[in-house]
T-cell receptor, first 114, second 111 residues
Framework: GENVEQHPSTLSVQEGDSAVIKCTYSDSASNYFPWYKQELGKGPQLIIDIRSNVGEKKDQRIAVTLNKTAKHFSLHITETQPEDSAVYFCAAKGSTGTASKLTFGTGTRLQVTL | EPEVTQTPSHQVTQMGQEVILRCVPISNHLYFYWYRQILGQKVEFLVSFYNNEISEKSEIFDDQFSVERPDGSNFTLKIRSTKLEDSAMYFC?????????FGPGTRLLVL
């Protein structure tokens, strides 16, 4: 089955700096890669996603890149703010159907310091 | 903005008891999911549900677990005889296509 690795497990940046979180996946058939932000005591909130036919996607301060050949994808947050502090999860979805499960990475705890 | 809701937010139960976790998916969504997250760990898939039947289930989803859509709005997860290791946060999610939207979760504590 699919296996998703995520690094780093913790990341501390100063406000205004950029943060990069990287994930690799094992199943070359995976075709959809969402990123979720989870704040303490809450459910995962989708922040951005990318499909396998696209190499990069940007939404304001957040961008995601995908390298299908290397089977890795990354989340980039620019001009970080204290409210960006949370745990971020990458995930991969297989191609077996619309209701295919998401396989999550182990999470990155991002701390944005003043 | 429509969202997935879950009840209860917290549930404490004794080992061996049955629990039912409830979810109201986003109204026009057709695909429903349950995931769980043990404290400090990653989110793990349990089961997906479409057209009134299970589409896919993980090895975690054994005979002690069942899901049901009892009416047009609710989606439930039942654990028949809870074990200590079932203590976790349980998330319901729904989707219209591949993008899954998660609820706030139910924290289950089995004593």
């Amino acid at each position: 089955g699919e296996n998703v690795e995520q690094h780093p497990s913790t990341l501390s940046v100063q406000e205004g700096d950029s943060a990069v979180i990287k994930c690799t996946y094992s199943d070359s058939a995976s075709n959809y890669f969402p990123w979720y932000k989870q704040e303490l005591g809450k459910g995962p909130q989708l922040i951005i996603d990318i499909r396998s036919n696209v190499g990069e996607k940007k939404d304001q301060r957040i961008a995601v890149t995908l390298n299908k050949t290397a089977k890795h994808f990354s989340l980039h947050i620019t001009e970080t703010q204290p409210e960006d502090s949370a745990v971020y999860f990458c995930a991969a979805k297989g191609s077996t159907g619309t209701a295919s499960k998401l396989t999550f990475g182990t999470g990155t705890r991002l701390q944005v310091t003043l | 903005e429509p969202e997935v809701t879950q009840t209860p937010s917290h549930q404490v139960t004794q080992m061996g008891q049955e629990v039912i976790l409830r979810c109201v998916p986003i109204s026009n969504h057709l695909y429903f999911y349950w995931y769980r997250q043990i404290l400090g760990q990653k989110v793990e898939f349990l089961v997906s549900f479409y057209n009134n039947e299970i589409s896919e289930k993980s090895e975690i989803f054994d005979d002690q677990f069942s899901v049901e859509r009892p009416d047009g709005s609710n989606f439930t997860l039942k654990i028949r005889s809870t074990k200590l290791e079932d203590s976790a946060m349980y998330f319901c999610a729904s989707s219209a296509s591949e993008t899954q939207y998660f609820g706030p979760g139910t924290r289950l504590l089995v004593l």
